[in-house]
């Protein structure tokens, strides 16, 4: 009998649409965290769910306003370029 499990698999990728890479972060609860950005405005923020109980998702997703970077937030001195 033939596995055909990898042309099942190319078949539903070829249906997923990429929205952004995701990078795995430590939280200082010592859990993990995952998140990426979408736009340059807007970051996905999935983190495990803490609460779970039943039937609930084990993880979720939030869509954050995205952070600058350190050297991208600091104000430019104009007596600098002087």
């Not at 055909?4 to 795995?24: E, M, R």
């Not at 779970?52 to 001195?77: H, I, L, V, W």
């Amino acid at each position: 009998m033939a596995d055909n499990s990898t042309s099942t698999n190319d078949a539903l990728q070829s249906d997923l649409i990429p929205v952004t890479g995701l990078w795995k972060s430590t939280l200082k609860s010592g859990g993990s965290m995952l998140s990426g950005t979408v736009s340059p405005g807007l970051r996905l923020v999935i983190l495990p769910n803490k609460n779970k109980t039943g039937s609930q998702p084990d993880y979720r997703a939030f869509f954050a306003p995205a952070t600058k970077r350190a050297e991208d937030a600091a104000p430019s001195n104009p007596q600098d370029d002087i």
